[in-house]
């Protein structure tokens, strides 16, 4: 058989190169068949921690929405992992919560089996397996952080299992604002007092300048034998008194027509919004 004849038939069952546009043309064809398709779901939250001398400080905002409406004014996101360990979760509200819950109990386990104090290494390799094998599905963007044998400690957890160890983190929707100030004002070897003004100061950035996050500032305080819980530890939103009175008196709408009421078994649920963080 000649070279070219190779060569033809070699080419006849390559791949062919460059971009596929077949979707695109069949996605085009069902929007003007008028169906309708699942847009990327926006979370807000703004969460972070940092470390100090004797400890470490985690910060987070307090407010869940669903979609474009606020659920929760006064959402718990610093979640507790162990005596030492603390977690902060962005992301899905139910996601976030059973996922802390599930390490929580295993860390309690562990700690039964051996009869020592959990270590945050054990806690982070927990997380980061349990999300790699969802491949992203679980919607839980956490910081993890602790003291322990070793000292503090500090990640971040993403939902796809990668992880980092850094000084200062932070993550959710308002992350660059939080970011910025931690960058800013950062420095090694903090005292207590000024670890916590800075988390303080960069969770109310995040609220400030992220429309998904607000309500208040929660800051939780790990220390060597020791944990303090600020819930609030500072109000930065809100809620403004009405200007005029909206009380009508009874009677002012006028009944053009009256009909019995519906039972909920004959309702249908046609659209659901999710809790975000």
Same mark, same amino acid.
């Given at each position: 058989?000649?070279?070219?004849?190779?060569?033809?038939?070699?080419?006849?069952?390559?791949?062919?190169?460059?971009?596929?546009?077949?979707?695109?043309?069949?996605?085009?064809?069902?929007?003007?068949?008028?169906?309708?398709?699942?847009?990327?779901?926006?979370?807000?939250?703004?969460?972070?921690?940092?470390?100090? !001398?004797?400890?470490?400080?985690?910060?987070?905002?307090?407010?869940?929405?669903?979609?474009?409406?606020?659920?929760?004014?006064?959402?718990?996101?610093?979640?507790?992992?162990?005596?030492?360990?603390?977690?902060?979760?962005?992301?899905?509200?139910?996601?976030?919560?059973?996922?802390?819950?599930?390490?929580?109990?295993?860390?309690?386990?562990?700690?039964?089996?051996?009869?020592?104090?959990?270590?945050?290494?054990?806690?982070?390799?927990?997380?980061?397996?349990?999300?790699?094998?969802?491949?992203?599905?679980?919607?839980?963007?956490?910081?993890?952080?602790?003291?322990?044998?070793?000292?503090?400690?500090?990640?971040?957890?993403?939902?796809?299992?990668?992880?980092?160890?850094?000084?200062?983190?932070?993550?959710?929707?308002?992350?660059?604002?939080?970011?910025?100030?931690?960058?800013?004002?950062?420095?090694?070897?903090?005292?207590?007092?000024?670890?916590?003004?800075?988390?303080?100061?960069?969770? !109310?950035?995040?609220?400030?300048?992220?429309?998904?996050?607000?309500?208040?500032?929660?800051?939780?305080?790990?220390?060597?034998?020791?944990?303090?819980?600020?819930?609030?530890?500072?109000?930065?939103?809100?809620?403004?008194?009405?200007?005029?009175?909206?009380?009508?008196?009874?009677?002012?709408?006028?009944?053009?027509?009256?009909?019995?009421?519906?039972?909920?078994?004959?309702?249908?649920?046609?659209?659901?919004?999710?809790?975000?963080?």
């Amino acid at each position: 058989m000649s070279a070219t004849i190779v060569d033809k038939l070699l080419a006849e069952d390559a791949i062919p190169s460059g971009f596929s546009f077949d979707n695109c043309r069949r996605n085009a064809f069902m929007e003007k068949q008028g169906i309708t398709f699942p847009t990327a779901r926006k979370t807000g939250t703004t969460i972070c921690g940092v470390i100090y !001398k004797d400890g470490v400080v985690l910060g987070a905002d307090t407010r869940a929405t669903g979609g474009s409406i606020v659920c929760d004014l006064n959402c718990e996101k610093i979640h507790f992992i162990s005596d030492n360990i603390y977690c902060c979760g962005a992301g899905t509200a139910a996601d976030t919560e059973f996922t802390t819950k599930m390490v929580s109990s295993r860390m309690e386990l562990l700690k039964l089996r051996t009869g020592r104090e959990g270590r945050v290494i054990s806690a982070l390799r927990m997380l980061k397996q349990y999300l790699f094998r969802y491949q992203g599905y679980i919607s839980a963007a956490l910081v993890l952080g602790g003291v322990d044998v070793t000292g503090p400690a500090l990640y971040t957890v993403y939902p796809h299992g990668s992880t980092a160890k850094l000084p200062y983190v932070t993550m959710g929707s308002g992350s660059l604002a939080a970011m910025s100030v931690f960058e800013d004002r950062f420095k090694m070897d903090m005292t207590e007092d000024e670890a916590k003004a800075l988390v303080c100061d960069a969770i !109310k950035a995040g609220i400030t300048n992220d429309l998904g996050s607000g309500s208040n500032v929660d800051i939780t305080v790990i220390r060597k034998g020791s944990v303090q819980v600020f819930r609030p530890y500072e109000v930065v939103c809100t809620k403004s008194q009405r200007q005029g009175d909206y009380t009508f008196p009874r009677g002012t709408t006028i009944v053009t027509s009256s009909a019995e009421m519906v039972p909920f078994s004959a309702l249908q649920v046609t659209d659901e919004e999710v809790m975000e963080l």
